[in-house]
């Protein structure tokens, strides 16, 4: 893969003529696992799924051109999987496996396209819905996040000079490499790029891709763009995500079918994948009461994904659960991914070493970390807290609670409907950045 000089794209075409979405494969691996069930389980459920600014004082609308926004998501509207993505989907070993996706399942994506659109300005912010069947608007999260960030990063650098953009990226690029450096001196480390959402843009998050390949080798064992892991020869990574609770939990007919809800979409994952991909995310609706209510069966499963609580509190939760049930953590695996970045990164893998399996998917602060790298000293370029969340399924009003009460979306009533059923144990608000 060519080395691309960011800075001079930048300059030369204001990135014109860089479309943003370049593949439907530019999304994250789970969509594409999580996809293959739903559409087997779930083809006639409707979904809707709208924009999340947690940073408020953000005013999108303000910084992004409506137009721009309009013309970039209209080029994903027109993409479809090409001949060669299909053969190497169809053909690829993921965790071990050949042939993760059914020749049926490539087939129907051969005709896939994203569906359409609702976007409106409202009070200096898009309110940006996808509606539809679930098989078709969970394909919107990933390139609608990818959107509005880079055009976010595009409006920051309009004005730049070829020499300011040159001296950002060279400040970016060595800020990178020091981090690199330092995960170089945890000799057990395991690290993958989860950064596709909240990336500063494409071409950098490729570069970041690229330098941790090289600064890791072995110890950086893929990425979660699918895209950049076929470009790049790397592992695919990726599981299951909140929405799969989310949505069975609003489709559930009464309040005892609410409770088990988070268990019963992972039963229909274990029924689809095995071995490394069974990896719960207990957080949903909060892990003190996923882990009180779990499933034996749970306990012979890879690990977990401890998402929103955190990092060593939520980890230890969770070993004390494996002890409980009779596991030894040594055995299991722990993924954290959760806001991390090199000092959350050290310090967790230091708490944790030899006594669980660690990996850590890095995201916002890998594919968009400019803080303090503008010449001109301004903040224009840090990320946001931006997200993309299921909120509705045929016509009910889906909720995540979170172990942070400050990621909690969804209708306030339902919200307190939640926590009844739930609880509110281990439950501690925290500032939201990334």
Not at 118 to 136: A, H, N
Not at 257 to 266: D, E
Request: charged share 30%; aromatic share 10%; with cysteine.
């Amino acid at each position: 893969m060519a080395v691309t000089d960011i800075a001079t794209r930048a300059y030369d075409h204001n990135f014109r003529l860089d479309p943003i979405v370049r593949s439907l494969l530019d999304t994250d691996f789970y969509k594409l696992l999580m996809l293959q069930m739903i559409r087997q389980l779930h083809p006639e459920v409707q979904a809707t799924f709208a924009l999340i600014n947690r940073t408020r004082t953000v005013r999108l609308a303000d910084l992004i051109d409506e137009g721009e926004l309009r013309a970039q998501l209209d080029h994903a509207r027109k993409i479809r999987f090409t001949r060669k993505e299909l053969i190497w989907l169809a053909g690829n070993s993921f965790y071990g496996n050949t042939r993760m996706f059914s020749p049926d399942f490539i087939a129907w994506l051969a005709a896939f396209r994203l569906p359409d659109y609702d976007l409106r300005k409202v009070d200096g912010q898009y309110e940006l819905r996808f509606e539809g069947p679930w098989t078709q608007t969970t394909m919107w999260e990933i390139p609608a996040l990818a959107i509005i960030n880079e055009l976010k990063s595009r409006a920051a650098l309009r004005d730049q000079g070829r020499f300011a953009l040159d001296v950002l990226y060279a400040r970016a690029k060595a800020r990178l490499w020091e981090k690199v450096e330092r995960l170089r001196q945890l000799p057990d480390l395991v690290i993958s790029d989860f950064g596709t959402r909240r990336r500063h843009g494409f071409l950098w998050q490729r570069w970041c891709v690229e330098a941790l390949k090289e600064g890791l080798g072995e110890r950086f064992i893929g990425t979660s763009n699918v895209l950049l892991a076929m470009d790049a020869d790397l592992e695919a990574i990726g599981t299951n995500a909140h929405e799969l609770p989310m949505v069975a939990a609003a489709l559930a007919e009464d309040e005892a079918a609410l409770a088990r809800a988070p268990y019963r979409v992972l039963d229909e994952w274990r029924r689809h994948y095995h071995g490394n991909l069974l990896i719960a995310l207990p957080d949903a609706f909060g892990t003190a009461a996923f882990l009180a209510g779990a499933p034996d069966w749970l306990a012979d499963w890879t690990g977990f994904r401890p998402d929103s609580a955190p990092p060593i509190e939520g980890g230890e939760q969770i070993i004390r659960w494996w002890k409980d049930k009779g596991r030894d953590p040594r055995e299991k695996l722990l993924i954290f991914s959760d806001g991390m970045d090199i000092d959350t990164i050290e310090e967790t893998y230091r708490h944790f070493h030899g006594r669980v399996r660690m990996s850590f998917g890095w995201g916002t602060n890998l594919t968009n970390d400019f803080r303090g790298c503008a010449p001109d000293g301004g903040t224009a370029l840090e990320p946001i807290s931006l997200v993309c969340k299921v909120v509705s399924a045929n016509g009910r009003p889906a909720v995540k609670l979170s172990d942070n009460p400050a990621k909690a979306t969804g209708d306030p009533a339902e919200i307190e409907r939640y926590r009844r059923i739930f609880g509110t144990e281990s439950r501690n608000a925290r500032p939201v950045e990334v």
